[in-house]
């Protein structure tokens, strides 16, 4: 079992260029949550997905989206970059609905770096 | 909101003695506590679940909701256990998203 994989797992943009970050969950999970990590600071939620729909939000701006596809993976994009986007982008994918009690699987993330 | 607070950003013990990691919350209602483990150069993992009431590499940790804390504590500590620590909580029926603490890097010295 490989695990979550994201990809790409480094990544260097400039301010206001626009960024896609991919996510493969583990086989047969069909739940995905995004985070953001800011150095010297916990995980923050971005997003949640659940059969391709949105099941939950955080508080990040609408140039902040996200969507699934029919085999689960996910893409988050970052439209408009700025110097605070810099980040870890941690992907987690579950087992079963939001509305069960399964632990989450975290990926290696993607490190964002925008100059 | 619900909010997770992680006192010590850096706690250093040596080998054999006992850790206690601190975690407070704050949440009105019924949360789920985790505790999440980050060796060097690995992904974040899941350590243990209050819901589960077991104990994993020696670490237990209480949910008490009096003092809405859920410290992480291990009697004897080990080199291996030198690890960053995150606390989080989520929601019950508020679908997956944790929140985290700001995590205690954990130092075990010879």
């Known amino acids: 079992d490989a695990g979550v994989t994201q990809s790409p797992t480094h990544l260097i943009k400039t301010r206001g260029q626009q960024v896609t970050l991919r996510c493969s969950p583990i086989?047969?999970?069909?739940?995905v949550s995004w985070y953001q990590q800011v150095l010297g600071q916990g995980p923050q939620f971005i997003f949640q997905?659940?059969?391709?729909?949105?099941?939950g939000r955080g508080n990040f701006p609408d140039r902040f989206s996200a969507r699934q596809f029919p085999n689960y993976s996910s893409e988050l994009n970052v439209n408009a970059l700025l110097l605070g986007d810099s980040a870890l982008y941690l992907c987690?994918?579950?087992?079963?609905?939001?509305?069960?009690?399964?632990?989450?699987?975290f990926g290696d993330g993607t490190r964002l770096s925008i100059l | 909101a619900q909010r997770v607070t992680q006192p010590e950003k850096l706690l250093s013990v040596f080998k054999g003695a006992p850790v206690e990691l601190k975690c407070n919350y704050s949440?009105?209602?019924?949360?789920?506590l985790f505790w999440y483990v980050q060796y060097s150069r690995q992904r974040l993992q899941l350590l243990l679940r209050?819901?589960?009431?077991?104990s994993i590499k020696g670490f237990t940790a209480d949910l008490n909701k009096g003092e809405t804390s859920f410290h992480l504590k291990k009697p004897f500590a080990q080199e291996e256990d030198s690890a960053m620590y995150y606390c989080?909580?989520?929601?019950w029926g508020g679908g997956n998203k944790l929140t985290f603490g700001t995590g205690t890097q954990l130092k075990v010295e010879l």
């Open positions: 086989s047969g999970h069909k739940s």
């Open positions: 997905y659940y059969e391709k729909e949105e099941r």
């Open positions: 989080a909580l989520r929601v």
């Open positions: 949440y009105s209602g019924s949360p789920e």
């Open positions: 209050h819901i589960s009431r077991e």
């Open positions: 987690a994918s579950s087992l079963a609905s939001p509305a069960s009690n399964q632990p989450q699987h």
